[in-house]
């Protein structure tokens, strides 16, 4: 079944256009569009995601890739990224939309949302985007995954703490893991971040998403 898919408007449009830039945005809000139209579809027979399609651009899109705006040198061109628990896909998609040169692998457990993320994937033509079914501390134990990733992004999985257990070998020398987080998730996993020995953690500040749609901010935790 068809679903109406409004289009962002224009507090949702400016947001994009600081975080994806000018000349991307037209070639990202079409990705984008068409993802949201699949995911909608998909999510009348399979639970892909909560948020209602009026939110999608809000909620979901700018949240996605405030990323870049918060933390550039993570999401320079050439980067190879793993997006850990990707679920439907967010953030991998939107990411991967902002900015072809990446190379986004998207790892998630449970098989039939990786099914739909390689659909989306390539009913949209973005060949830069990897999806993978496997728990992230099995593809650690590979020799092709070991150390592979500069950048790992999480944004609705596990603690961050336990991200630092399942992922740390996933990165390379000086990578970083990016989590997505509320203020007081943050502070509930502040202390233990900085007890960890193993990694370096730091945060930026909080950013207001359109539309009353929340705060972000994100924890880099840096693998030395």
Not at 5 to 13: C, S
Not at 90 to 117: C, N, Q
Not at 141 to 162: D, L, S
Request: proline content about 7%.
């Amino acid at each position: 079944m068809a679903v109406f898919l409004p289009p962002p408007d224009d507090a949702e449009r400016a947001f994009l256009l600081e975080c994806v830039g000018t000349d991307r945005l037209d070639a990202f809000l079409t990705l984008c569009t068409r993802y949201g139209e699949l995911l909608y579809e998909t999510n009348e027979s399979l639970n892909l995601t909560a948020i209602p399609p009026e939110a999608y651009w809000s909620k979901h899109v700018c949240d996605c890739v405030l990323a870049l705006r918060a933390l550039p040198d993570l999401f320079a061109d050439g980067v190879r990224i793993a997006d850990v628990g990707c679920g439907a896909g967010l953030p991998a998609f939107p990411l991967a939309a902002a900015r072809p040169m990446l190379d986004v692998t998207a790892i998630d457990s449970r098989g039939k949302k990786v099914a739909f993320l390689e659909r989306a994937a390539s009913d949209c033509g973005l060949s830069n985007l990897h999806p993978v079914h496997a728990r992230a501390n099995e593809l650690a134990a590979q020799e092709k995954y070991r150390g592979a990733f500069r950048t790992i992004t999480a944004r609705a999985v596990a603690g961050a703490p336990e991200l630092v257990r399942e992922c740390r070998n996933l990165l390379g020398q000086g990578g970083s893991l990016c989590v997505f987080r509320t203020e007081s998730q943050a502070a509930d996993e502040w202390p233990a971040l900085l007890a960890d020995k193993r990694v370096r953690a730091e945060r930026t500040p909080e950013f207001i998403l359109p539309h009353d749609a929340g705060t972000r901010l994100f924890l880099r935790i840096r693998k030395p």
